[in-house]
């Protein structure tokens, strides 16, 4: 199936700062690619859908400015947590699909996940 | 605005049991239906897809249903082992993903 990796794999820092997080798709091009958070013992939930090329589409309750997405390539998006305070330590996940528009159903293929603590 | 429940939250089995967990979400109009295992601290392994059009789908000891007017699925493991032991989500959608709170499953050796 296809791969989808994610850098770092964990990353701890201090209040205030800002961490970006990578998502690629290994062996595929994807157009879309989606951002996800889950905290402790809760499932994932969406945050933003990154188009190749074009702004994010934010959830609702998502802070644009805080939460910044960026889909360079068909093979790239990027989450920068700007700022960043406890409260958004959690685990982000990333997802890519496989399919091209007209197909009956575009699988999304998960990353491993990034573990974001902020002290 | 989908839904997706599972039950029960949390489930310990002797190993060797057959074990049924299930997944129910609110609309009906779905292309996808997807059951995913989570390890602690870990991605999502993907386990089995049912495509709107699908009753059924399996792969070894797993063997997941989708009853779309009912608006359920349920995903069937057999001879269940320690190593399944692990939280599995049940996921809606094509586009946005909409994924339920899991069942926590612990296998007793």
């Known amino acids: 199936g296809a791969v989808v990796s994610q850098h770092p ?11 970006k997080i990578e998502c690629r798709s290994l062996d595929f091009q994807a157009t879309t690619m989606f951002w996800y958070r889950q905290f402790p013992k809760q499932s994932l939930m969406l945050m933003a859908t990154s188009n190749e090329g074009s702004k994010a589409t934010y959830e609702q309750g998502v802070e644009k400015d805080k939460f910044l997405i960026n889909h360079a390539s068909l093979t790239l998006s990027t ?4 700022s960043a305070h406890p409260e958004d330590s ?22 491993p996940g990034t573990r974001l603590t902020v002290l | ?8 939250a949390a489930l310990s089995v002797p190993e060797g049991e057959n074990l049924v967990l299930n997944c129910s979400f609110t609309d009906s109009a779905i292309y996808n239906l ?6 602690p601290g870990k991605g999502l392994t993907s386990l089995l897809l ?7 789908q ?26 399944d032991s692990a939280t599995y989500l049940c996921a809606v959608g094509d586009d ?14």
């Open chain 1, 9 to 19: 794999s964990w990353v701890i820092c201090k209040s205030g700062t800002s961490v």
């Open chain 1, 79 to 82: 989450l920068t947590v700007t």
């Open chain 1, 90 to 111: 959690s685990f982000y996940i990333c997802s890519a699909h496989a399919g091209t528009s007209g197909q009956t159903y575009n699988e999304q293929f998960f990353g």
């Open chain 2, 1 to 8: 605005k989908q839904e997706v429940t599972q039950i029960p």
């Open chain 2, 34 to 39: 997807q059951w995913f295992r989570q390890d």
């Open chain 2, 50 to 56: 049912i495509q709107s059009s699908q009753r059924e």
């Open chain 2, 58 to 83: 399996t792969s070894g000891r797993l063997n997941a249903s989708l009853d779309k007017s009912s608006g359920r699925s349920t995903l069937y493991i057999a001879a269940s082992q320690p190593g």
């Open chain 2, 96 to 109: 946005k993903i909409i994924f339920g709170k899991g069942t926590r499953l612990h296998i007793l050796p």
